[in-house]
């Protein structure tokens, strides 16, 4: 069954470092979302990406925060220059034909930053 | 004050119990989203709905658009059906997609 993956499972940076979380959707799919959860706390969405371009990013998308899909599989997101807080675990998700749709989540990847 | 809102916080059973967990949403909704959460943080969804009744197996979703509530089933529940129940909106009126969620319900069933 297709599904979700991400890399890495685990990434541990330095305060101001740059990071590159990574996701591979599901080959078919046309919606990419990406979301956070802090440790202990809510699900929170990030950005959601369609058609090579963001269609909608939350306050928490602020500047330090990027994503591309660089080669029409990869989907990733960038944190430019980390800090404490971002530490959480980042979910990729994608959607077939429609904002609407079942989201496919991704296992996530758990960011901690020192 | 959070716009999806899940009872109970935390849930212990009994194998084999009928267990019922509970979502109220304050927006206008155009979808529902029950999702399953393993201790490992991994996320699944099981449900997607916009009007009435699903089933899956063991598990059994409802929705009531008027009352801006729904609720999951499960019944006959296992140790294996441990794990975080989460609620999750897609809002109408311009987000493209983005799920608002709740707290979430730890479920933890006891052999």
């Known amino acids: 069954e297709p599904e979700v993956t991400q890399t890495p499972s685990h990434q541990v940076t330095q305060m101001g470092q740059e990071v590159i979380l990574r996701c591979v959707p599901i080959?078919?799919?046309?919606?990419f979302y990406w979301y956070r959860q802090i440790l202990g706390q809510k699900v929170e969405f990030l950005v959601s990406f369609y058609n090579n371009e963001i269609s909608e990013k939350s306050e928490i998308f602020d500047d330090q925060f990027s994503v591309e899909r660089p080669d029409g599989s990869n989907f990733t997101l960038k944190i430019r220059s980390t800090k404490l807080e971002d530490s959480a675990m980042y979910f990729c998700?994608?959607?077939?034909?429609?904002?609407?749709?079942?989201?496919?989540f991704g296992p996530g990847t758990r960011l901690t930053v020192l | 004050k959070n716009e999806v809102e899940q009872s109970p916080q935390n849930l212990t059973a009994q194998e084999g119990e009928f267990i019922t967990i509970n979502c109220s949403y304050s927006v206008g909704i155009s979808a529902l989203h029950w999702l399953q959460q393993h201790p490992g943080g991994g996320i699944v969804s099981l449900f997607m709905l916009s009007s009435g009744k699903k089933k899956h197996g063991r598990l059994i979703a409802t929705i009531n658009i008027q009352e801006k509530h729904s609720s999951l089933h499960i019944t006959a529940s296992h140790p294996r059906d441990s794990a975080v129940y989460i609620c999750a909106v897609n809002k109408v009126g311009g987000s493209q997609g983005n799920l608002i969620f709740g707290k979430g319900t730890k479920l933890s069933v006891k052999p």
């Open positions: 080959s078919n799919h046309l919606y």
């Open positions: 998700a994608s959607t077939e034909d429609s904002y609407y749709n079942e989201q496919f």
